[in-house]
Each structure stands twice: as structure tokens, then as C-alpha cells.
């Protein structure tokens, strides 16, 4: 049994010392990556259509995480009776990528460089926006692995589409994200769950998604299958991709993000499916989006993200065994 970190000598509170995620390792230098999972931060907001102030969730998140960072030996689950997250599973914190302010190609890049740099040490990419336009470079970044590896399935928990392909020029902002994905010839196709009420999305949008493979549920539907059902929905065995953006649940559990929509999951409508995912194929990428601290003066919206992100985490590499 690995050993609890108190016995270090120190009693290492969550509110003490640096808010790394999870208070993990930081590890500045790129090239010095040696994790089962690395954190980026995507502090970009440039492409919101309404509020901004994402580009301070990958900072929240952090402080956040370090709630549950107690130096315990691993997070034991009694419903499940597993410990989760011991010391087997290497999690490191990459920083943030560079972000240059009113130039969206260029900070783009500079999120594809710093996924790419985490799969290239064999580590998960876990990437912490920002807006959903964050999602682009990321879903870029595969391009190399996936010719060596095989395909990815694309599994997005969201209150929107995202599925719009060009409006008055703009191609890359948080409205397009979904769209950009499934361009890829390496992603196989696309699950989209908890999309509802009055979308940006025009109708068309979504006739081109399900044309181009993806299967639209919204919330109420995802409720009224259930789990099993969803999760047959998706290729067993896949390479798994998937992207949260924090406006999926309801706002009065989640109110800190640029476009609330009432009518959103709760905690375990997601984290149900995202531990039947971790079951059911590979999951070898992350991001979660839209976390906009500022609306939340109670903080619950960035403890969710850290929380569902852990849990998500240690889903993975406990299937993993």
C-alpha cells in the first residue's frame, strides 16, 4: 500500500503552498516529461460570443483541485470499494500555454504544441480552458498519434452544438469547434450529449452533424435512456476523446460560464457516463472549457470542474489495471 504523504513530516493542507492541479509536479521544461497524465492550462477567451472572463478557469480549476489534495494514500471510493489516483498514477502540471492577446492563429499553436509535447512523452493530454475554441488546437494536436495509433471517437458533454461551420469570417471561435473536429479524417466520428433549448446552432447545423456521423442527445433524452443505453451508443473499443464544457450542467450547480443554459446535468449524470466510458474503450485525451470563475463568487463551478476531473482521472487508469 503506498505510504499517505503526512508521513513526509509535513501536514500539507490544501490552502497551503503552490496551486498546481491536484498540487502535483510542475514541470516547466516540455522536453522533461516523464507522466501518465499532463495538465495544460488554455487561458484563451477570444472566441466567446457573449461573456467572457474563461481565460481565468485553468487558474480556478487549479485552486480548486487543491481541495482534495489531504497527502492521502490514493482516494478511496466506498461505493465502489477502490482507491483511486494512488501513487501509481503520474499526474504532472505542464503551466499554461502562451497566450498572445488579440492573435487567435498564434495562440492557437501555441495550445497544439503543448498537447502534442504531452502525447509525445506518452502522457494523457488534460487541457484546462478557456472557451471551446480551445478545443481546436487540441483536437489538432492528434493528427501525428492518431496516424500512428488508429482514430478517435469524440465524446462532448455541452449545453450547444458547436457545430458552426463559418459566420461573417470566423471559423475558430467557441461556436466552431465541433464542426473543425469532424473535418479530421482521423476522428471516426462524434457523440454529442446534453445539447438542448435554443442553441447557436441553426437547424442545418445539426442535420450536417448527423450526416457527418455524430448522435445528438440532449439532456432530457440522456435521462430517459439512461446509462447503459448511452454508453451502447458508443463504439466499444474506440480511442475516446472527450471534451466538457461546464455549461452541460445545470447552472444552479455550475453559474460560473459565459453561456448558462437551464435545464443541465447534475454531478452524476455525467460522472455515471464518464465512468462507463472509462470501461469501454481508451480515453486518451481530455478538455474541459467555459469555466468563467468571475460569475461564481461561491466557487462551486471550478470545484465541479476539479472534482469531475480527478474522478475522470482515476476512472481511467483503474480501468486501466
Known amino acids: 500500500m503506498s505510504k499517505h504523504g503526512y508521513e513526509a513530516g509535513r501536514l500539507n493542507l ?71 489516483l494512488g501513487a501509481d498514477v503520474r499526474i504532472i502540471d505542464m503551466g499554461d500555454a502562451d497566450i498572445i492577446h488579440t492573435k487567435t492563429n498564434e495562440s492557437h499553436a501555441n495550445i497544439e504544441y503543448g498537447v502534442k509535447k504531452a502525447l509525445d512523452a506518452g502522457a494523457i493530454p488534460v487541457t484546462i480552458g478557456g472557451d471551446h475554441s480551445i478545443n481546436i488546437p487540441c483536437i489538432n494536436a492528434y493528427a501525428a498519434d492518431c496516424a500512428e495509433k488508429g482514430p478517435i471517437h469524440v465524446v462532448q458533454i455541452d449545453a450547444h452544438l458547436d457545430f458552426v461551420d463559418e459566420r461573417h469570417g470566423v471559423t475558430d471561435g467557441h461556436g466552431n469547434p465541433m464542426r473543425r473536429a469532424i473535418e479530421k479524417d482521423y476522428v471516426s466520428g462524434m457523440t454529442q450529449l446534453g445539447i438542448r433549448n435554443v442553441s447557436s446552432t441553426a437547424k442545418e447545423g445539426y442535420d450536417d ?23 451502447d ?63 461564481d463568487p461561491s466557487e462551486s463551478t471550478q470545484i465541479l470542474a476539479a472534482q469531475l476531473l480527478l474522478n475522470f482521472i482515476g476512472f481511467i487508469f483503474h480501468n486501466r489495471k
Open 209 to 231: 452533424a448527423r450526416a457527418r456521423g455524430s448522435d445528438i442527445l440532449s439532456v432530457r433524452q440522456v435521462r430517459k435512456l439512461g446509462t447503459e443505453a448511452i454508453l
Open 14 to 84: 490544501p490552502f497551503v503552498g503552490i496551486a498546481t492541479f491536484g498540487k502535483k509536479p510542475y514541470v516547466e521544461d516540455w522536453n522533461q516529461i516523464d507522466a501518465d497524465v499532463a495538465i495544460l492550462g488554455a487561458p484563451f477567451d477570444f472566441g466567446c460570443q457573449f461573456r467572457s472572463g474563461a481565460r481565468f478557469g485553468p487558474r480556478a480549476v487549479r485552486e480548486a483541485s487543491t481541495l482534495f489534495s489531504f497527502g492521502h494514500a490514493g482516494a478511496y471510493d466506498h461505493e465502489d470499494d477502490a482507491t483511486y
Open 233 to 295: 451508443r458508443i463504439p466499444e473499443g474506440a480511442r475516446y476523446y472527450v471534451t466538457i464544457d461546464i455549461d452541460a450542467f445545470c447552472p444552479s450547480i455550475a453559474p460560473g460560464t459565459g453561456t448558462p443554459s437551464h435545464g443541465g446535468f447534475q454531478y452524476y449524470d455525467v460522472l455515471e457516463i464518464l465512468q462507463g466510458l472509462s470501461k469501454r474503450g481508451d480515453v486518451v485525451g481530455i478538455d474541459l472549457v467555459e469555466v468563467a470563475p468571475a460569475y
